[in-house]
């Protein structure tokens, strides 16, 4: 087990790497018998180091949630990040601090009252919602390559690094059936609720259900990104990425690079 102590130096030198677009060391690399308990420490120093610096928290976002995406990687369970104010964008973002990040589309769970406790289940959620949304989350590794660990991700806050989230759909919707596009001007793929744990609201469920283990919650007003639901694009600067369906308002992400002189993407 980390002492708290290693587990800070840790989160300050991931603060350090998202804010300056430099490199941190893998945690598992570093300390060889980094475990679950370790990688939640690190995570929740990181989350302490942000309300520090005077952020938000606005909600939860899961990764692979896929049964497939798990399947291929040899992972056993998904696992989250935190969501913070300072990461939903209200305009372009910008990639000038980031060097191999890639977006993907989610779907979106809007919470209406609190959810708490170790026997939530999909309905208690879908009881709960004040809607569902679409959303691209952009996700971005402090490390220096894709070459990381289930645990170095959790740590690492699931690479969370922005979020665009669209409006609000009605709750009559079901997003386990939800179809999703997913694009650039150039390739489009395809997606389906489904993909996210069976359900966007059994995945919830599960998240409020391990959050109830560290004495969590997900608070009315907050917002959950439920997983991924096709292979990412790699981010690139100067293009506009796009989510729609049939049944949940659109939803857009464009990528600017305020160093004039960087012109050719956010990926190395």
């Excluded at 800070?8 to 598992?28: K, M, Q």
């Excluded at 919707?173 to 793929?189: I, L, T, Y």
Aim: charged share 25%; aromatic share 8%; proline share 6%.
């Amino acid at each position: 087990m980390l002492s708290l102590a290693e587990a800070r130096s840790v989160a300050f030198e991931l603060r350090e790497a998202e804010f300056t677009g430099t490199i941190a060391a893998n945690p598992s690399r570093v300390f060889p018998t980094l475990d679950w308990a370790d990688a939640r420490l690190i995570a929740r120093q990181r989350d302490c180091l942000r309300r520090d610096d005077g952020d938000t928290p606005i909600g939860y976002k899961l990764g692979w949630t896929s049964a497939a995406m798990r399947e291929a990687l040899g992972i056993d369970r998904p696992n989250w990040g935190t969501l913070w104010r300072s990461q939903r964008l209200d305009g372009p973002l910008d990639c000038s601090m980031l060097r191999h990040a890639k977006v993907e589309p989610e779907i979106v769970y809007v919470a209406a009252r609190p959810l708490a406790g170790g026997d939530i289940d999909a309905r208690d959620v879908t009881h709960a919602a004040g809607g569902w949304a679409l959303g691209i989350e952009v996700v971005h590794p402090r490390f220096a390559s894709y070459d990381f660990t289930w645990l170095d991700n959790t740590a690492d806050n699931s690479s969370a690094v922005a979020i665009a989230v669209g409006a609000t759909a009605p709750l009559a919707v079901d997003p386990a059936a939800v179809e999703v596009s997913f694009g650039d001007a150039g390739v489009e793929r395809v997606g389906r609720g489904d993909q996210a744990m069976g359900s966007p609201a059994e995945a919830v469920a599960w998240l409020v259900r391990v959050l109830s283990t560290e004495g969590g919650s997900v608070r009315a007003g907050d917002i959950v990104f439920t997983g991924g639901l096709t292979a990412p694009f790699d981010l690139d600067v100067g293009t506009t990425y796009s989510v729609r369906s049939s049944v949940l308002p659109p939803v857009e992400l464009t990528a600017l690079n305020s160093e004039t002189e960087r012109v050719a993407s956010c990926p190395e």
